[in-house]
């Protein structure tokens, strides 16, 4: 389970956890969290709840969010579906990890990043594969992405109806790639992607 033990190994503070949520869906943007905990003040009770976002349920998940916001300055951010195409989904990642973290309350002293490849973000990056499920800060983050690119999706169901976002919330399920074959793509849908072939159906 994830715990403080990262955090605590850094040098300096404040440490922020930075995860994305949506690099792998063929529509809609690619979210990014950063979130630094009062690590003194988070319950007990909160801090064993949270895990890599992948491993909860969608209420469980929505349920922490709530949970994790009076103790922790959260900052969001996101690359729109022009950007991924215009700089490939990695770069486009990067950009929202970078507006996660200046949408903080302050800077951090330093970055714990999930994954193995350190964006530029004004600041020391630490990298931690598998971070989500190590570090309760990047654990946060990915719930932090997650809901709020689900409910993003879920939002954007209404004006693009028929591709089933509110369940898929963009994924390349079969019901979205029928919706695709009927409808065509629509204006979030990821031009750079392949978008029939049965691939990117994992949720990330």
């Known amino acids: 389970m994830p715990n403080f033990a990262f955090e605590k190994a850094c040098p300096a503070a404040p440490v922020a956890g930075i995860d994305e949520a949506g690099r792998g869906p063929l529509a809609g943007p690619v979210v990014a ?3 630094i905990f009062d690590a003194a003040r988070l ?3 909160i801090a064993r709840a949270i895990d890599d976002s992948k491993k909860l349920a969608p ?3 929505e349920t922490l969010f709530e949970a994790i916001r009076p103790y922790a300055e959260i900052g969001i951010g996101q690359a729109s579906v022009e950007e991924i195409d215009r700089y ?3 770069k486009a990642t990067f950009l929202a990890m970078y507006r996660a973290l200046v949408a903080l309350p302050r800077v951090p002293a330093i970055a714990l990043v999930d994954g193995n490849q350190a964006p530029k973000l004004g600041c ?3 990298t931690i594969v598998g971070g989500d499920g190590i570090s309760l800060s990047i654990a946060a983050a990915s ?3 997650k809901v709020t690119r689900d409910r993003l999706m879920t939002s954007l169901a209404s004006t693009y109806p028929g591709y089933g976002w509110i369940t ?3 994924y390349g399920t079969a019901e979205h790639r029928a919706a ?3 409808l065509g793509p629509c204006a979030e849908h990821r031009r750079s992607f392949s978008l029939l072939p049965e691939d990117r159906l994992i949720d990330d």
Do not use: D, S, W
């Open 124 to 126: 020391e990056v630490r």
């Open 180 to 182: 695709l074959l009927h």
């Open 43 to 45: 319950p007990r009770k």
């Open 168 to 170: 898929n919330k963009g």
């Open 143 to 145: 719930i932090v992405a």
């Open 59 to 61: 209420e469980t998940r």
């Open 33 to 35: 969290a950063a979130v």
């Open 88 to 90: 490939n989904i990695l």
